[in-house]
């Protein structure tokens, strides 16, 4: 009945099913025989980036407040005398949500309720509950949330280092946006951000789990169709038409120091990169990853050195944090000793960019890499995160594990030569 495009991969021993429904709405199915927890997600392409786009049903250009995105998530789990959540836990099933800079999901985990808990997954996406009542006491619930997370130090250190590269893009916004920002939401707003983002072909179903694969997405049909009423036209809806500024590899600013209540400081250097292709974004995923290991891992002289002269108690993290809209590196750790620390990194990342790699190391851990990958398989959340990435980078849904195996030392060299100091910045949290 249905036409699946097929995925596989050999190393996972693992296959998903892609198939697109009359309309627009991709669905995803990765089969894991064997596994008694099956997982479902329902996502849409709309993240707290988004703010200035085309209404698609007045075609004109609007800006939304910040936190807009993350907002409708919370208020999509509220219906008319019930909370979603809540009816979730009553049978017995595990739900939730998220929401990033360039996507929101709402998903459920359950082992005996799966076509009951499709049904539910679906009438939460599908019928919208928005009242000026609901809107202002969700108003004071996220500031709350906004206020707490202001005083988290790990979270503050991490956002004031995307504001020490960013000018004016809106990754230098806290994804749940501001207290300000969120008090001028109203339930015509989200109506309109939900009718435009909402909509079939931005968003995506993704099952991960032992089903059956054509009843799996003949469910998912069968209860979308029950709120549709014009099914079978939704595809020639037009694109949706966002406007994100690209900024060039300039930052903001070279550093940012805040003080706070804590224990422990907290230091985050990050280096601003330019914005690259689809295949590039993985890549550059994957080649962090081995730097991280190389690098930063505690196997690692420096790690060793850092440990021993009571800097770090824990190792280095490395991250790359890429898509189509931002591109950098954070580099992060807690330290008693914030100053040696941020001179010993910077020193390090400059040593290692003139070293010849270790090609015995190189192997050695690229070896452990897709060992590694190779026992992913018993983790159905690594399942399904592949498959999230692969939708938004819009890159085959095993393009990870390909990209692992081709990864050279060359590769490791040029990327590590991308770490300038004109577009590195600090920021640190340090005790008042």
Known sequence: MYKFEIQESLELGEKTYVTKLKNGLTVYICKKDGFSKKIGMYGTKYGSLMNEFVDIKTNKRIKVPDGIAHFLEHKLFEKEGANALDLFSKMGVSSNAYTSFDHTVYYFETIEKFNDSIDMLVKLIKEPYFTDENVEKEQGIIGQE??????????????????????????????????????????????????????????????????????????????????????????????????????????????????????????????????VTKEEILKREVIC????????????????????????????????????????????????????????????????????????????????????????????????????????DDTPIYQDIKSLNEISVKDIKEFLNLLDDKFMVVSRVISK
């Open 146 to 275: 906004i206020s707490m997370y202001d005083d988290d130090p790990g979270f503050m250190v991490y956002f004031n280092a995307l504001r020490a590269m960013y000018k004016t893009h809106p990754i230098r916004i806290d994804i749940a946006g501001t207290i300000d920002s969120i008090s001028h939401i109203t339930k015509e707003l989200l109506y309109t951000c939900y009718n435009t983002f909402y909509s079939p072909q931005n968003m995506f179903f993704l099952v991960v789990g032992d089903v059956d694969v054509e009843k799996t997405v003949q469910r998912i049909e069968n209860n979308i169709k029950k709120y549709e009423k014009d099914y079978d036209n939704l595809a020639e809806k037009s694109q949706i038409e966002k406007y994100i500024e690209l900024e060039d590899r300039q930052i903001c600013e070279k550093r940012i120091e805040q003080k706070m209540d804590i224990h422990m400081p907290q230091l985050c250097i990050g280096y601003k990169l330019d914005v």
């Open 289 to 392: 990853n081995m730097i991280s290991d190389m690098f930063f891992s505690k196997l690692t002289p420096f790690f060793e050195k850092e440990y021993n002269d009571g800097k770090i108690v824990e190792p280095i993290s490395f991250d790359y944090e890429g898509s189509k809209y931002f591109s950098h590196i954070i580099i992060s750790s807690y330290t008693t000793k914030i100053n040696e620390l941020e001179k010993d990194i910077i020193k390090y990342i400059n040593e290692i960019k003139n070293l010849d790699i270790d090609e015995e190391l190189f192997e050695l851990i690229k070896r452990k890499k897709i060992g590694s990958i190779v026992s992913s398989a018993d983790n159905l959340n690594i399942s399904y995160r592949r498959i999230i990435e692969s939708i938004l």
